[in-house]
């Protein structure tokens, strides 16, 4: 069995439960400020959580291609990757609230276990005996979660398992889930609640560095987790406790990569049938082998796939937001890459596409172009590598030679403050600078780290709450104002002009979109004309489900990826726009009062940046 077989085992065993397919969001989230990328399936449907209605029901599956930064120092071991698909089902409302939902198709918790439970040991084959779950223990006012408790004990004890031995109950460090994390991380208004895992225990021995007894959450790679069930029914209010959201729901996540590991009894995710031929080519190119080099080859690996399909979002290396990311993954996978002395990075990047070609189509149109930004950017990095040498070598006089590692090298001690330096403007990180033969204070260095690193998680938490999905009324505004933009922008600029992304707080209103050149102050001045019109003539906004079809005869703007959707949602303000829009809107323009643009840029790409701003 290979990946593309779970992928379609899991979406077709759901649609014969009475889910609709949807589409893989783009990996680049196109409307949602608070994060930088897609990083797990539930992330498009947030709204929905919330009550919005959904076009395609209460019951929806898919797989998405995910991608979290924040586990990019993990990698290096048998399980983290930074690129992943997760499998996604969700329910969105619980048929015990309300009647009308039932009739609907609402489920909770007792659908959701045994159906996981179900796929793993029917469709894909896993051993019963292989698995173990894990359930929340209770956190502040919200009771430890005794109804999964209840099922896993029907499941096991129906199986002839000791439901004991195979439940582990965890606190709301473990067993909690929202976009933000753990209960006290959440900002005001998101959405969260407890979970249930599943583990999958590997035949290989406990490694006690990691402590005295295995459980579950070890972190010494014999039990893997292959499956979460959120439970999302509370939301954080404002005086740091949690409500009941108007409607239960179920978020669950299963990482690809990882069942496939399970199927395969395979306990390195690296050495299962997806990654092998990528590692074989690094092997390949390299002349070294994955035994003595795993950790090197597993950063490679990782980093390269994601490169790949960050770039393939049109994305490109930069300092900034997605395109720094893009920079630290290929900068730290060629690293490693030299490290094994390896030359030619194209060999690998074609074995990734030949490796996901299949699900992910688009790569292999866009190869040349994959091909080409990742190795001009490899040609970047050697000239800044070079750069930082020569700002080094002028400020410091050589001191001689001393071993570093296995070699013996000309070797400058440079202070911590200038090694900050290589770090925070040329990019270097501190293996790096110490490969070009700087020696530095580690320990002064990285103290400056952590203070930059609570500097830029303050600025990350800021732009977390200040985002769409904090709808507050001002955000919410600025939400139906982007749309009253990108008709506007029509309107003056023509109908080539379509949304590229957006992003929205409470102060501003951000707007991407492709033209090719600076728009002159009388077609600014229009644009605001046109929207500032629509707001005084106070104009309702209602959506509507309808075909596809129909969206498009009727000239809805704003479609992107919709090929499993056979129903979406349309945003109407008045009959000036329609728009493809999942929502919240304001319920009449007039809650405006006043639309003003602050200043437009080139963001390069064909594409321009308006930033604008509503009054209330
Ligand atoms: N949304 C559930 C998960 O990512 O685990």
Redesign the pocket.
């Known amino acids: 069995m290979k990946a593309k077989d779970i992928v379609d085992k899991y979406i077709s065993f759901f649609e014969k439960r009475g889910h609709k397919r949807i589409a893989n969001s783009p990996l680049v989230p196109q409307n949602d400020p608070t994060t930088l990328f897609t990083s797990?399936?539930?992330q498009p449907l947030i709204q929905y959580f919330l009550g919005e209605i959904h076009p395609q029901g209460k019951r929806l599956v898919n797989v998405q291609n995910c991608f979290r930064a924040a586990d990019i120092d993990e990698i290096g071991d048998n399980r983290h990757t930074t690129f992943f698909r997760?499998l996604?089902n969700w329910s969105l409302g619980d048929p015990a609230r309300n009647a009308s939902q039932r009739d609907a198709g609402g489920y909770f918790k007792k659908e959701q276990l045994k159906w996981y439970w179900e796929f793993l040991t029917k469709e894909i084959g896993l051993l019963k005996e292989k698995l173990y779950v894990t359930i929340f223990n209770g956190f502040n006012d919200i009771s430890k979660d005794n109804e999964s408790l209840k099922i896993w004990t029907e499941i096991f004890e129906k199986e002839g398992l000791n439901a004991n031995e195979r439940i582990f109950h965890y606190g709301a460090d473990k067993n909690w889930?929202s976009r933000a994390g753990e209960p006290e991380k959440m900002p005001e208004g998101e959405p969260g609640g407890p979970?249930s895992e599943v583990f999958y225990l590997f035949d290989v021995a406990h490694d006690k560095k990691y402590g005295k007894e295995c459980h579950p959450n070890c972190q010494c790679g014999r039990f893997m987790e292959i499956g979460?069930s959120?439970f999302m029914e509370y939301q954080k209010t404002k005086d740091n406790k949690f409500k009941p959201l108007p409607q239960k729901n179920v978020?669950?996540?299963g990482g690809v990569e990882r069942l496939l590991a399970a199927v395969e009894d395979q306990n390195d995710v690296f050495q299962t049938s997806l990654f092998l031929p990528i590692v074989k080519s690094i092997e390949r190119v390299s002349e070294k082998d994955y035994r003595s080099n795993h950790k090197t080859m597993q950063i490679i690996a990782d980093h390269l796939v994601a490169a790949v399909f960050i770039t393939a979002a049109g994305i490109a290396p930069s300092n900034k937001e997605q395109g720094y990311i893009l920079r630290r993954l290929i900068r730290r996978g060629l690293d490693n890459f030299y490290k094994l002395e390896g030359k030619d990075i194209k060999t690998i990047l074609t074995s990734i596409v030949d490796q996901y070609k299949e699900t992910d189509p688009p790569l292999l149109v866009d190869f040349e172009k994959i091909k080409l930004t990742i190795i001009e950017e490899e040609q970047i990095y050697k000239s800044t590598l070079s750069r930082a040498k020569s700002y080094i070598e002028k400020k410091y006089p050589s001191t001689g030679s001393e071993q570093v590692g296995d070699e013996i090298k000309g070797v400058r001690k440079i202070l911590s403050d200038d090694a900050f330096i290589l770090y925070s403007t040329h990019g270097l990180s501190p293996t790096q600078i110490k490969s070009l033969g700087f020696l530095f204070d580690e320990q002064k260095f990285a103290e400056k780290m952590k203070e930059h690193q609570k500097v830029s998680r303050k600025g990350a938490e800021k732009k977390f709450r200040g985002g769409l999905a904090d709808h507050s009324e001002k955000t919410i505004m600025g939400h139906t104002a982007t749309h009253l933009l990108h008709q506007a922008l029509r309107d003056i600029l023509g109908k080539h002009v379509f949304q590229t992304g957006s992003n929205i707080t409470n102060e501003r209103v951000r707007f991407d979109f492709n033209f090719e050149r600076k728009l002159t102050d009388e077609e600014i001045k229009k644009v605001e004309n046109i929207i500032n019109e629509k707001i005084k003539e106070n104009l309702p906004v209602h959506f509507e489900i309808m075909t596809l079809d129909r969206a498009q005869k009727l000239g809805a703007i704003g479609l992107f990826d919709e090929k499993y959707e056979d129903k979406v949602k349309i945003y109407f303000i008045g009959n000036y726009s329609k728009e493809f829009c999942g929502g919240p809107h304001v319920e009449f323009t007039g809650i405006l009062k006043r639309f003003k643009i602050l200043k437009q840029e080139n963001i390069g790409h064909g594409q321009r940046r308006i930033y604008s701003q509503v009054f209330d």
């Open positions: 797990s399936g539930m997760m996604g889930w979970d979460n959120v978020d669950f996540g």
